[in-house]
């Protein structure tokens, strides 16, 4: 069930950031809105395809970023995930248009592209450097040009209208098989330093986390009052990872 | 899950529910999503494979189709765990994956809480974490729902916190777990989890909620889960006083034990005197001595009052227990005029919750309060029926005070909660002595 919520700016979608999963997660969690537990670069689960689109991008191997998303909970399916407030885009080193690792990697639909397109292809979906304080207002223009619901329509995984775009995601997309893997169009976010705990705006936890959370709370453990705790739940039509809520924070909701 | 997995065909995936035997040769499910916990039971979301495509299954928005790097990254990341479980021939979508850990299944054991709604045997076991099965969400949750509200009902019925955390490990958002929490936990715990909720109820986006408001929800729970039929509000009509006064005797008998000094030994036993006294004046027909009653109310006051305001158990006076024996014998002494009935029958009731729950019994819990005094009240209408039969204005026959005190048997875990409540009132007394 998509979440419907007033037409947002595009300049007001904040980041998703997901934990890697199990019972330490959801206390690395409470640690980050805490600010006892700093969200470090972390190795990342396809190496190769990382390290490839970190040097194509010029990234020292000793200063590995944190990695988010605008307007996503990466993987979506994630057990414990962050909401951050763009305040946190103070320490952003780059901006791509998509997954910067899959595409390098030609992983899913990025598959048809060439080894030798790839770095390219990947520099030109960029935004860094000089160029870094364009990626808002390309962002903007994307969202308001390609989706029909706008903000709305990219937080809630809509697929893409491609007709005005003019770079090599094109032809991933119409190789691909509707639906369509969203790491083609979700922007990726590269930053230097984790989060503070005020750019923390919502921990969200799964059915299986929340109950994880519950345990550690009721031995004590306490979360911040600034920040929303939203979980998952089940019925009997079957799971719902995150809360609505959680879409509509991330689209810039209150 | 190499790079070959192709993102789904969406015109064989289009309806719901979907059938999964295109080709029966490759239906397999290759994931269980959700980070199974060996704690926790519940529903799973679940990745299932046909050929080269990838689904993911038994979500609340439908099945979606799933890259295979982006299930590797939940594999590799913790947030999901690898099976093969190949479907049978005839399963039908949506599925997801019913989840029984080991530890929780432990867990119910030590606490003696109801029989997991899974049969383990019929379930797939991945060593050292638990069991799964596959079958659709509606026949999962239904599963797991008619666990709860059955788990609900003990964690309640036999005040057990163990239990109670059970449910918080299935539905930690369910208003099933949130009560039986509440009513379980000790007052910090109380005043910790109502902020908890709130704080939760509020994060979501709900209504600002109160205090008051969780409180009103912990006993509209009650009042949804204890369906139970209930005796009509007039009991029958008794021939003379002495009936009253009998119904009056075996009121106070129910909620004799937890309050009786000396069970062992009827003698020194102020409750147990009372309740003779008002047991033989019913049959009598006539009043009791109004000094051996006097003697007997100071042994009360001396004996479980005393105890009763060292204990320092709740905001009440006397406790409801001690309420009742002392109704059954201020009405053996003043009847016929006034046989106290009502006062044994109000102490009863608010008694047997007071037993069970001493410290929360002022609060507005009206639903759960008619739950604790369900079974005491079909007794009483039970014996009312009988004395309409028997009894006369001359008195009550000896027999019947042989009759079974409680004909459906006392409250669940009565002798539980009768030691708990003993152990309490008497504790402060016996440090004294020693």
């Known amino acids: 069930m998509d979440a419907t919520f007033a037409e947002m700016p595009a300049n007001e979608v904040r980041l998703g950031h997901a934990l890697r999963g199990g019972s330490d997660a959801v206390e690395e969690a409470v640690g980050i809105a805490c600010g006892t537990h700093p969200l470090l670069p972390r190795q990342p689960a396809d190496q190769d395809a990382v390290d490839a689109a970190e040097s194509a991008l010029g990234v020292a191997p000793d200063a590995r970023p944190v990695y988010a998303y605008l307007g996503d909970l990466h993987p979506a399916l994630g057990t414990v995930g962050l909401v951050l407030e763009r305040s946190w885009l103070r320490t952003l080193n780059g901006v791509t248009r998509c997954d910067s690792g899959g595409l390098i990697g030609r992983r899913g639909a990025f598959a048809i592209l060439t080894n030798t397109e790839t770095t390219s292809t990947l520099q030109a979906l960029t935004f860094s450097g000089a160029s870094l304080h364009a990626w808002e207002p390309a962002f903007g223009t994307e969202l308001a040009d390609s989706y029909r619901d706008g903000v709305t329509g990219y937080v809630n995984g809509e697929e893409p209208d491609v007709s005005a775009w003019q770079d090599a995601r094109v032809k991933c997309f119409h190789q691909a098989v509707s639906p369509r893997d969203r790491r083609l169009w979700t922007w990726e976010a590269r930053l230097g330093a984790g989060p503070a705990p005020d750019d923390v705006v919502a921990l969200a936890f799964s059915r299986s986390a929340a109950a994880v959370l519950e345990d550690l709370h009721r031995r004590g453990l306490d979360v911040p009052d600034t920040v929303r705790v939203l979980y998952g739940s089940s019925s009997s039509e079957g799971a719902q990872f995150h809360d609505p809520a959680v879409r509509s924070l991330l689209a810039g909701g209150a | ?434």
């Open chain 2, 1 to 434: 899950m190499g790079d070959s997995i192709r993102v789904g065909l969406s015109s064989y995936w289009a309806g719901r529910p979907t059938r999964f035997r295109r080709d029966d040769t490759f239906a397999c499910v290759r994931a269980l999503l959700d980070s199974p916990d060996t704690r926790g039971m519940g529903l799973l979301p679940i990745v299932i494979s046909l050929g080269t495509e990838l689904r993911v299954s038994g979500l609340v928005s439908g099945d979606r189709p799933i890259a295979g790097q982006e299930l590797a990254t939940l594999l590799a990341e913790g947030h999901a765990h690898a099976i093969e479980h190949p479907l049978a021939p005839e399963a039908t979508g949506p599925l997801c994956a019913a989840w029984l850990g080991s530890a929780f299944v432990r867990a119910c054991e030590d606490a003696d809480a109801p029989e997991v709604p899974f049969e383990k045997s019929e379930m797939t076991r991945i060593p050292r974490l638990g069991w799964y099965l596959v079958d659709s969400p509606a026949v999962v949750f239904a599963a797991l729902d008619g666990w709860l509200r059955k788990t609900f009902v003990a964690a309640i019925d036999r005040r057990s916190r163990e239990i109670a955390e059970l449910l918080s490990w299935v539905e930690p958002n369910r208003d099933e777990t949130r009560t039986a929490l509440y009513l379980t936990g000790t007052k910090d715990q109380r005043e910790r989890d109502l902020k908890w909720w709130a704080r939760l109820e509020r994060d979501a986006g709900r209504a600002d909620v109160t205090d008051e408001a969780l409180r009103h929800r912990i006993d509209a729970t009650c009042s949804r889960i204890f369906l139970e039929w209930r005796p009509p509000m007039t009991t029958p009509a008794l021939p003379g006083p002495w009936a009253h006064v009998a119904l009056a005797e075996r009121c106070a008998e129910r909620l004799a034990p937890p309050i009786d000094p000396f069970p062992e030994d009827p003698s020194r036993s102020s409750v147990a005197q009372a309740i003779r006294i008002a047991r033989e004046a019913a049959i009598r027909g006539k009043p009791a001595d109004r000094d051996e009653v006097e003697s007997t109310r100071v042994a009360l006051l001396d004996q479980v009052h005393r105890s009763w305001q060292d204990a320092q158990i709740s905001s009440q006076i006397h406790p409801h227990a001690l309420h009742a024996v002392e109704s059954a014998l201020f009405g053996a002494e003043r009847g016929p005029a006034d046989t106290h009935l009502d006062q044994a029958l109000l102490s009863m009731q608010h008694g047997i919750a007071e037993i069970v729950y001493p410290d929360i019994t002022w609060q507005p819990l009206p639903a759960l309060w008619a739950h604790f005094r369900a079974r005491a009240d079909r007794a009483v209408y039970n014996d009312a029926q009988w004395l309409s039969r028997w009894a006369s204005n001359e008195g009550v026959t000896a027999s019947f005070f042989e009759r079974p005190l409680w004909p459906e048997g006392p409250p669940v875990a009565w002798e539980d909660h009768v030691a708990r409540f003993r152990n309490r009132l008497f504790s402060a007394r016996s440090s004294s002595e020693h």
